[in-house]
């Protein structure tokens, strides 16, 4: 059984790396057209990329021929636009026998001439004043029509870096033919099917063994114990993570495939995130799956694995596109700022607003929930309640991210790298936050000097992207399963303050019992030194806590309880062991 | 002042960090067996694949050298009570103001004939382990002797690597001499369903092989292929050091209540030493964590002058029978015939029981056994401190729960079964 289900995965996922290599894209006049607005440039583009029309191209053919095209037409429109050489000089000769004036600029190019226009705005300063010296009057004059080039030929005329990236992406996802574009449900069960079953049969290494705890063999394991597969895993998550965020464009066959189950889901066409969304959900399900197999002894895991499946299946996952098919904005009801970084972001707030009372609700429920529901809960059961019970990131964690759980770190160094990093993203998360807020109701991009819309996006970039994707998961089989949760997430490290200083969670220490065996500290993803507490009697209470129970699970003397306990009497200890 | 220890086991290591705690007096710890402090009762753990030896160690390494207690990785040869020396392997010479002995035990040799050939080996220390790794390789069947606590830890390790393993058992009953029968049978039970191929009133008459251990023969006459024998008969208290010095020996280093041999400032603590006149209800060698962490911590306050006795309190203990934890309070012997008595309830199904020993005449409860289930310690012990009366406990009874969150609340029908005998 596990051999089949392990060749089946191997199927699968060899299946699912091949796609990208075996994609084929083909254009033509008419697609060209569509995706360029602009008849200029959708000229210039059909003359550039004639010669492959009708030919199949693989993705990487295209994206290297769509750059050069890029640069070539833009090369153009910098030639039909841009200030010339002969130009500057000409302005440079006027401006040394007189002072420059409008009107000099107007008889150059005439009145209505997109170069008088962009002079006008670029190079207004020029205007009536006087030079030391000639040179210094060129040097002005030639950065005038630098900024020109940069600033108003390429954006407003040819194809700037934001919208050919856009372009690449859909330029490729669009001209998909022949195999991949022909077969998406064959290659749907040839990838996920085949991946997920496999995933499925591997875990009857836990059923058909009696329900206990299944560690056996895990520092042997090549994945689970940084060696080779755990490397190459590690290596594909953050490949992956790359493409996905940064390089859209080259994983347009594994987007195509997923089409139709958006089409059914939302009515529209797939995009790199519900691609994303999908195969997130998938491995949440069949890793969850696993999880339950693994600790089918220990209720607390078996409900709580159950809860982040339901979660992301339903919330993460189906709502939001069911909530599109309806046409109400895409909303994942449980996502809590400032975890869901972009809430407070202009765009968000303007969608919500103009979609009628569900979108208010929704404005009005996100709020509560961070600043009501997350305190309130936090108080109740700890951060538990959220980290291993609801969110997204920790549903990945808690199942995909359980074979990796004992590589976290639990040295006192990394206790004292993970506050100061975590607490640093919840400034910069609230700093951008009022930032961004204090632009949407101001208008102005600046706060204190620095520009929020930079703010944001290196947030978007180095946080969202960098840190919570490409580290967060990509470093699983490095450095555990919770890398984003303990030294990056700023929901967590908010809830972690609450959980420290005013909540009822603890982890009690069963009186004298423990033996500092150290399987409760190995096994937490937190990289908690749970012996520590332990073997001195004391209870533990940690704002990185996850809650996720496995040290208790693992504990071999029974010492350990997830508890809500009154607050005052929480972090008693007990008189069996002096500290 | 300089204390020396010997021995980094739990014993001589709690004595260094409470003595730290509590002076500025130097402190030298030395062992030969590992360079920092270990939980041996981890050593399977390693084996199993569940972690790494540097799991094992419970503070990182920059701990001793901060906390100014100084280790040295050495074997001691010699003793010199009157000039107050320590001799080295290493040749090194040391002197101490007070000597602690904190030298653990030592497997029980196995007396039956062979048990010198390749493959026949104990487990206690690290080096043991790291033998058992060579010597298991390859190996298909294996026979562990010896029904303790660490016969079974042997067989879980042996049998986790896929090594089918027969343990032979001289007693009638899994461990009976430390477990009612009931409880006894559950765990053997439970042995045999995980796929222990579990001998009971079975002894090895003798070992076979050329250079390498090749069969068994049972005392039952059968012979069993094996090419590995666990030796796990038990374990006495390492005393061979010290039987030239006129430290006073029984079965262990003997000590008064403040932990001191007769030898005035050296004292014994930990598995190795036996206490001249225990606390009733307690043993002269209990070889077991808490005990010797107890005996540290206590030590280190007469050390620190504030003579203190040595009180342990009730006893308790745990282990984990493969998949079966198991939790022990108080008194609770292996058979019922005088002043004592028991309430027993089990669910076979689910592998559960609770036995609640008290008093015949007076009613007042004396002990806790439960397997599969995980009791409060804290209740446990104030409630046979108190004496609380056996109704008092059966009706909170359900305090006494410590198993996680949305378990089956098992004692509520321990509850209700044992309200309906007593
Ligand atoms: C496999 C196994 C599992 C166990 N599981 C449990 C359990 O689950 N629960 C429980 O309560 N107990 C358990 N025990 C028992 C427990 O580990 C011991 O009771 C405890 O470790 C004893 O501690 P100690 O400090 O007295 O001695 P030790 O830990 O034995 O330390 C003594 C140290 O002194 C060193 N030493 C001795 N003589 C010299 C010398 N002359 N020079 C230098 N160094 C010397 C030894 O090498 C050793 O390192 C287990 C034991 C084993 C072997
Ligand atoms: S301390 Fe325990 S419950 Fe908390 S995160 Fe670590 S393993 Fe999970
Ligand atoms: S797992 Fe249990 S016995 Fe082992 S160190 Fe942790 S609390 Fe102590």
């Known amino acids: ?579 | 002042m300089h204390i020396v220890i010997i021995g980094n086991g739990i014993a001589g290591i709690t004595t260094a960090r409470h003595v730290r705690k509590l002076s500025d007096h130097q402190i030298t710890v030395i062992s030969s067996e590992s360079e920092y402090f270990f939980s041996r009762t981890a050593l399977m753990y390693i084996y199993m694949g569940h972690m790494k030896f540097e799991h094992t160690q419970p503070y990182e390494n920059w701990f001793w050298k901060k906390n100014r207690i100084d280790l040295v990785f050495d074997r001691v040869t010699e003793l010199d009570t009157d000039a107050k020396t320590l001799q080295l392997k290493t040749g090194k010479s040391i002197n101490y103001d007070k000597l602690v002995l904190a030298l653990g035990s030592v497997p029980r040799p196995l007396p039956t004939p062979g048990a010198n050939l390749k493959g026949v080996q104990p487990l206690y220390s690290k080096q043991d382990l790291e033998q058992l790794e060579e010597t298991t390789k390859g190996v298909k069947q294996a026979v562990v002797i010896g029904g303790g606590l660490i016969g079974i830890e042997l067989a879980e390790m042996l049998h986790s690597r896929g090594i089918h393993v027969t343990m032979a058992v001289r007693e009638k009953s899994y461990w009976d001499i430390v477990l009612p029968k009931e409880e006894a049978e559950m765990i053997s039970k439970h042995i045999k369903a995980r796929g222990i191929d579990l001998r009971l009133d079975t002894l090895v008459g003798s070992i076979h092989g050329a250079e390498k251990v090749d069969a068994v023969t049972l005392n039952t006459g059968e012979t069993l292929a094996c090419q590995f024998v666990g030796a796990t008969i038990g374990v006495m208290p390492n005393i061979k050091f010290v039987e030239d010095s006129p430290i006073e020996t029984n079965r262990g280093i003997l000590v008064d209540e403040h932990l001191q041999t007769n030898i005035e400032d050296v004292f014994a603590i930990g598995d190795c030493a036996e206490i001249r006149t225990p606390d009733p209800g307690r043993r002269p060698i209990e070889a077991v964590w808490y005990t010797g962490r107890i005996m540290g911590e206590t030590l280190a306050e007469t050390l620190c002058g504030t003579p203190t006795p040595y009180r342990p309190g009730i006893w308790y203990n745990s282990a984990k029978f493969m998949d079966l934890e198991y939790q022990t309070y108080g008194q609770v012997p292996t058979t019922y015939e005088e002043d004592l008595d028991s309430l027993y309830w089990e669910d076979i199904v689910a592998e559960r029981c609770l036995r609640i020993v008290y008093e015949k005449a007076t009613k007042k409860v004396k002990g806790f056994n439960a397997l599969g289930l995980r009791l409060r310690h804290e209740l446990c012990d104030e409630w046979i401190a108190r004496e609380q009366s056996l109704a008092y406990v059966l009706e909170h009874l359900e305090q006494l729960d410590f198993d996680p969150e949305f378990y089956t609340n098992y004692l509520s029908k321990a509850k209700a079964n044992l309200e309906a005998i007593a």
């Open chain 1, 1 to 579: 059984m596990q051999k089949a289900g392990i060749i089946a995965v191997l199927i699968g996922f060899g299946v699912f790396l091949t796609l990208p290599f075996i994609t084929r894209h083909t254009l033509n006049e008419q697609l060209v057209a569509k995706e360029f607005g602009q008849e200029e440039t959708s000229t210039l583009v059909s003359r550039e990329l004639e010669p492959w029309f009708g030919k199949p191209l693989s993705s990487w053919k295209l994206i290297s021929e769509i750059d050069k095209t890029i640069g070539n037409v833009n090369a153009e429109i910098v030639k039909r636009y841009a200030l010339t050489s002969t130009d500057i000089d000409h302005l440079v000769e006027l401006a040394k026998s007189q002072k420059l004036d409008e009107k000099h600029i107007e008889g150059l190019w005439g009145a209505f001439n997109f170069k008088t226009q962009s002079f006008m705005s670029y190079g207004s300063w020029l205007i009536g004043r006087s030079f030391n010296s000639d040179e210094e009057l060129r040097n002005n004059i030639e950065q005038v029509a630098n900024n020109i080039t940069q600033y108003e030929v390429i954006p407003k005329k040819g194809i700037d870096t934001y919208v050919a990236k856009t372009l690449k992406y859909t330029l490729a996802k669009h001209s998909i033919t022949g195999f991949v574009a022909a077969n998406p449900f064959l290659l749907l069960f040839l990838t996920f099917g085949l991946s997920a079953l496999g995933g499925l049969l591997m875990l009857t290494t836990f059923t058909k063994e009696p329900a206990g705890i299944k560690n056996n063999g895990i520092y042997f394991h090549p994945a689970k114990s940084r060696k080779w597969l755990g490397i190459i895993i590690g290596t594909l998550l953050i490949a992956f993570y790359i493409i996905l965020y940064f390089y859209p464009q080259y994983m347009t066959g594994w987007i195509r495939m997923v089409d139709p189950i958006s089409y059914l889901l939302s009515g529209n066409e797939a995009g790199q995130f519900f691609l994303y969304g999908l195969m997130y959900t998938v491995s949440v399900l069949v890793m969850g799956a696993r999880m339950m197999a693994k600790y089918r002894h220990n209720r607390y895991q078996l409900v709580r694995t159950g809860s982040v499946m339901f979660f992301q299946t339903l919330f993460a996952f189906l709502i939001p596109e069911i909530l599109v098919r309806l046409n109400q904005p895409y909303f994942d009801f449980k996502n809590a700022w400032p975890l869901n970084y972009d809430f407070f972001f202009d765009f968000n707030l303007n969608r919500l607003i103009a979609s009628g009372n569900l979108g208010l609700f929704m404005l009005v429920w996100g709020i509560a929930l961070s600043f009501i529901g997350v305190p309130l809960l936090t108080y109740f059961y700890g951060k538990r309640w959220y980290c291993s019970w609801v969110c997204g990131c920790g549903g990945l964690a808690e199942t995909v991210g359980d074979p990796f759980r004992q590589l976290s770190d639990k040295s006192l160094r990394a206790w004292k790298i993970e506050r100061v990093s975590i607490y640093s993203v919840l400034v910069f998360a609230v700093v951008m936050t009022i930032g961004v807020l204090y632009t949407y109701f101001t208008g102005s991009g600046e706060l204190l000097g620095i520009n929020t819309y930079s703010m944001r996006q290196v947030y978007g970039a180095f946080i969202g992207a960098g840190f919570a994707g490409v580290v967060g998961t990509g470093f699983y089989p490095f450095m555990g399963n919770r890398v984003w949760c303990r030294f990056g997430c700023p929901l967590a490290a908010y809830m972690g303050i609450v959980q420290r200083f005013k909540s009822r969670f603890r982890i009690t220490t069963n009186g004298g019992q423990c033996i500092s065996c150290g399987n409760c500290s190995t096994y937490c993803e937190m990289g908690i030194d749970v012996r520590s507490y332990a073997q001195r009697g004391e209870n533990i209470v940690r704002a990185s806590c996850v809650g996720c129970g496995v040290c208790a699970a693992v504990c071999p003397r029974g010492v350990l309880k997830l508890e809500n306990v009154p607050v005052n009497t929480r972090v008693n200890t007990t008189n069996f062991v002096k500290r």
